[in-house]
């Protein structure tokens, strides 16, 4: 009972920059943390940032740190993904998840937003 909508997805040159929105709406009383996942062709879905649903926690996978920034938008339903210093290999579908405290694994997925970087 939770929806996810991304945002922000495009084509971009080498070593630029892209910021991604995801709006959660509905039951979202039950998320305990949001979080963006990518998968590129050809390859499994793999996690990207973390963020707590107050917004003073983060965590990022060690190939992003450094370029992508995960945080809480004014509404507190916003979450979004600076992300800078794009490589080609950053190309993939991106997803925005929610989890619920009661659960171990990601429970709602946003439909995508594609991300292409340009060589």
């Known amino acids: 009972q939770v929806q996810l909508v991304e945002s922000g997805g495009g084509l971009v040159q080498y070593g630029g920059s892209l910021r991604l929105s995801c709006a959660a709406s509905?039951?979202?009383?039950?998320?305990?943390?949001m979080g963006w996942f990518r998968q590129a062709p050809g390859k499994e879905r793999e996690f990207v940032a973390a963020?707590?649903?107050?917004?003073?926690?983060?965590n990022y996978k060690d190939f992003v740190k450094g370029r992508f920034t995960i945080s809480r938008g004014n509404a507190k339903n916003t979450v979004y993904l600076q992300m800078n210093s794009l490589k080609p290999e950053d190309t993939a579908v991106y997803y925005c998840?929610?989890?619920?405290?009661?659960?171990?694994?990601?429970?709602?997925w946003g439909q995508g937003t594609q991300v292409t970087v340009s060589s």
């Open positions: 509905g039951r979202t009383f039950s998320i305990d943390r």
């Open positions: 998840a929610a989890k619920k405290s009661t659960t171990a694994n990601y429970d709602y």
């Open positions: 963020i707590n649903w107050s917004g003073d926690n983060t």
